[in-house]
């Protein structure tokens, strides 16, 4: 891949050069449903069925499906195909393995969305991880709460946006069920280390960036157990007050 706008995912010509490769890697003269196996949101839809369109007209493909599409993806989509009389979308191959845990959550506009699709770990507690660029790009603030008490999550979920700048190095930042933003959270850096190398994104042993401060977090190989170790520092000491303890106290 390149920069070049033809070399994109779902560009008319890369459309075209991707069939034409399949075509013969497999020795056949057509292919019953091609797949697109991900959502191309820099490429119009019209250039995308436009390209379709001439490949079944050539015999060279005779049904198209799509793979992993939300779906405001799949309603955009068969709303285009429809418009230039064509037959659209047949088939959805959505995602849902053990493998990645991943489900279909958009926020934001439809068939735009600031986030979606994000990991969904349990480390005792439930967190769901959004794969973004930045995670400081976004109002966690104003986002965190409307996640944490999404219908998908009747517990309610800790909500992180995390971003994978290299394969050994996760930056992030959450907003933790029932506490609001937090600097660092522990649970959330160990779930969003296993989800990344469920992905196949990172190694086993990461560090992890919290506004808080790093952590290292290994998720070990020989028995699944996952390790964090990070700095302490000391915080305060103080006494609780005896009515605190004391039987019956509330």
């Avoid at 995912?9 to 075209?16: E, G, H």
């Avoid at 930056?171 to 280390?193: N, P």
Wanted: aromatic share 8%; with cysteine.
């Amino acid at each position: 891949m390149t920069s070049w706008p033809n070399d994109g995912k779902l560009s008319a010509l890369n459309i075209r050069r991707a069939c034409d490769a399949s075509l013969r890697r497999l020795r056949t003269d057509y292919i019953d449903v091609y797949q697109m196996h991900h959502v191309d949101r820099a490429t119009p839809w019209d250039e995308i069925w436009q390209a379709m369109q001439v490949l079944v007209t050539q015999g060279k493909v005779l049904y198209v499906g799509s793979s992993n599409f939300a779906g405001w993806d799949i309603a955009r989509a068969c709303e285009t195909a429809r418009a230039r009389d064509f037959t659209g979308l047949v088939s959805e191959q959505s995602l849902y393995n053990l493998m990645t845990r991943a489900i279909e959550l958009e926020i934001g506009p439809p068939g735009a969305p600031i986030l979606h699709t994000p990991s969904v770990v349990s480390m005792g507690n439930p967190h769901a991880i959004f794969w973004v660029e930045d995670p400081t790009a976004y109002d966690l603030a104003k986002i965190g709460p409307l996640l944490e008490n999404h219908p998908l999550f009747p517990e309610r979920a800790n909500i992180t946006l995390a971003a994978i700048p290299a394969r050994d190095h996760i930056v992030m930042r959450t907003w933790e069920r029932g506490a609001g933003l937090t600097k660092a959270c522990g649970s959330a850096a160990c779930a969003s280390a296993v989800a990344a190398v469920r992905l196949r994104r990172t190694g086993r042993k990461v560090r992890v960036s919290l506004p808080g401060g790093d952590l290292t977090v290994e998720w070990r190989e020989s028995d699944e157990h996952v390790l964090m170790t990070g700095p302490v520092e000391y915080e305060h000491k103080g006494r609780f007050a005896a009515s605190l303890t004391a039987a019956g106290a509330v």
